[in-house]
C-alpha cells in the first residue's frame, strides 16, 4: 500500500535550519509528483510547492522561494524539504502530499512539525 | 494571492445535510474543473474526499458530493454523521505561475 512516512519533530532556534524527510514506498516514486503544504497552528493549509519527481525540478509558491528548498534522492524514493534562516513564523506542521494530478493530493505524509523558539 | 474564500464554520445535526462554498476568481475555481476537497481531523494529515470537481475516490462515501457554479465551489455531506466532524478544505488549480492555491478551511461541527 502507499505510504508516505516523514521525519520526526524538530525543535530549532531562529537562524537555524531544518531538513525534512519524507519517504514514499508502495508505488513507483518517479512516477508522481511531490508537494509541500504547511499549516500553521490553528491556520489552514498552505500550499508550498511541488518537485517533479523524475527531473529534480522544483516549482515554489509565492512566500516560500530563497529559504526553501525542496530535494529529492530517488534511490531511496525520498523527497527533502530544508528550510534555512528559520523564523519563528516558521513554526508549523509540513507534510509532503502525493499528487496524481490536478491538485489531487491523493496521499499525505503524517506532518512534521517544527518548532522555532530560542 | 489571496486564499480561496470558505465560511469559517457550518453546522448540522445527524442525518441533516450540509454543504460548503469555496468561493474564488474566474483566474482559479472557476477557469478550471480542477478542485479538490480535503477532511482533515484534529492532529491527522488530511483526507481526499473529491477532486476534479465532484469525483469522489475510492473509498470515500457517497455521502460526499461536489460541484461548482461559476467561481464558486461545493462540498455537499448528506446524512451526517458524527465521524463527518472535522475541519474540510477545498483546493484549486489557479494557472501555471500560482499552481494551486487552498481555501482558508471550514470547521463542521454535528451537533
Known amino acids: 500500500q502507499v505510504q508516505l512516512v516523514q521525519s520526526g519533530s524538530e525543535l530549532k532556534k531562529p537562524g537555524a535550519s531544518v531538513k525534512v524527510s519524507c519517504k514514499a514506498s508502495?508505488?513507483?516514486?518517479?512516477?508522481?509528483?511531490m508537494n509541500w503544504v504547511r499549516q500553521a497552528p490553528g491556520q489552514g493549509l498552505e500550499w508550498m510547492g511541488w518537485i517533479n519527481t523524475n527531473t529534480g525540478n522544483p516549482t515554489y509558491a509565492q512566500g516560500f522561494t530563497g529559504r526553501f528548498v525542496f530535494s529529492l534522492d530517488t534511490s531511496v524514493s525520498t523527497a527533502y524539504l530544508q528550510i534555512s534562516s528559520l523564523k519563528a513564523e516558521d513554526t508549523a506542521v509540513y507534510y509532503c502530499?502525493?499528487?496524481?494530478?490536478?491538485?489531487?493530493?491523493?496521499?499525505w505524509g503524517q506532518g512534521t512539525l517544527v518548532t522555532v523558539s530560542s | 494571492q489571496s486564499a480561496l474564500t470558505q465560511p469559517a464554520s457550518v453546522s448540522g445535526s445527524p442525518g441533516q445535510s450540509i454543504t460548503i462554498s469555496c468561493t474564488g476568481t474566474?483566474?482559479?475555481?472557476?477557469?478550471?474543473?480542477?478542485v479538490s476537497w480535503y477532511q482533515q481531523h484534529p492532529g491527522k494529515a488530511p483526507k481526499l474526499m473529491i477532486y476534479?470537481?465532484?469525483n469522489r475516490p475510492s473509498g470515500v462515501s457517497n455521502r460526499f458530493s461536489g460541484s461548482k457554479s461559476g467561481n464558486t465551489a461545493s462540498l455537499t455531506i448528506s446524512g451526517l454523521q458524527a465521524e463527518d466532524e472535522a475541519d474540510y478544505s477545498c483546493c484549486s488549480y489557479a494557472g501555471t505561475n500560482t499552481w494551486w492555491m487552498f481555501g482558508g478551511g471550514t470547521k463542521l461541527t454535528v451537533l
Open positions: 474566474s483566474s482559479d475555481v472557476g477557469g478550471y474543473n480542477y
Open positions: 502530499a502525493r499528487d496524481s494530478g490536478g491538485p489531487t493530493f491523493d496521499y
Open positions: 508502495g508505488y513507483t516514486f518517479t512516477s508522481y509528483a
Open positions: 476534479d470537481v465532484s
